[in-house]
């Protein structure tokens, strides 16, 4: 089945670090990816719609040069969170779907934890 | 704009018994799709059950079946003979196509506790 890799899988930080967030489609090919932001016992939330090849699209209310997403290939794209802070930790996921079929589910990666000191 | 609702924050169920989980969604689009997401402790999400809405046939995996009802715009998901594996968040989540490519709404998710 498809497969999205993501990478680090938690990364602990000093307040005003940047940090990069790898995603990964390791079996097929994504001209979008998404970015998902998760607090403590809440549901997902879409942060940004990585496109290949042209800037990414953002949700309202999501600071596009705090969260700086780059989408190089058809099989990575990157989340940096730029001169991090606390309120900044969270776990942040990602996913994408196979273009081939109609009704592709999308696929995540495992998560990465953030915490910022 | 599109809202997917769970309305059970948490629920529990006995091992072994059958538990129903359940979504409701608005929308005005007729061609969309529907999913059920399991997310363990481990906060991996797995997908659970799909559901194409142009097919009447209610989708069935294994364990879990959903009752799709169009007119209604229910999905809800059905777990037979829970076991505690199935201890997890579940969220409902619905996807359509358009003019920006398909994108994926999630519901506030349900906890569902198996009790041994």
């Known amino acids: 089945g498809a497969v999205v890799s993501q990478h680090p899988s938690r990364v602990i930080c000093k307040s005003g670090t940047s940090v990069k967030i790898e995603c990964r489609s390791l079996d097929f090919q994504a001209t979008t990816m998404f970015w998902y932001r998760q607090f403590p016992k809440q549901s997902l939330m879409l942060m940004a719609t990585s496109n290949e090849g042209s800037k990414a699209t953002y949700e309202q209310g999501v600071e596009k040069d705090k969260f700086l997403i780059n989408h190089a290939s058809l099989t990575l794209s990157t989340l940096t969170v730029t001169s991090a802070h606390p309120e900044d930790s969270s776990f942040y996921i990602c996913s994408a779907r196979p273009e081939t079929g109609h009704n592709q589910p999308q696929h995540f990666g495992d998560g990465t934890r953030l915490s910022i000191l | 704009a599109q809202t997917v609702t769970q309305s059970q924050p948490e629920m529990s169920v006995q091992e072994a018994e059958t538990v129903t989980l359940s979504c409701t969604y608005d929308?005005?689009?007729?061609?969309?799709?529907l999913f059920w997401y399991k997310q363990p402790p481990s906060r991996q999400m797995i997908l659970v059950i799909r559901q194409e809405a142009y097919k009447q046939q209610n989708a069935t995996e294994n364990r879990f079946s959903v009752n799709f009802q169009k007119a209604a715009k229910s999905f809800s998901l059905k777990i037979s003979d829970s076991q505690l594996g199935d201890t997890a968040m579940y969220f409902c989540?619905?996807?359509?196509?358009?003019?920006?490519?398909?994108?994926?709404?999630f519901g506030a998710g349900t906890r569902l506790f198996v009790k041994a």
């Open positions: 989540a619905f996807m359509e196509q358009n003019t920006g490519g398909f994108k994926t709404i």
């Open positions: 929308t005005s689009e007729n061609n969309y799709y």
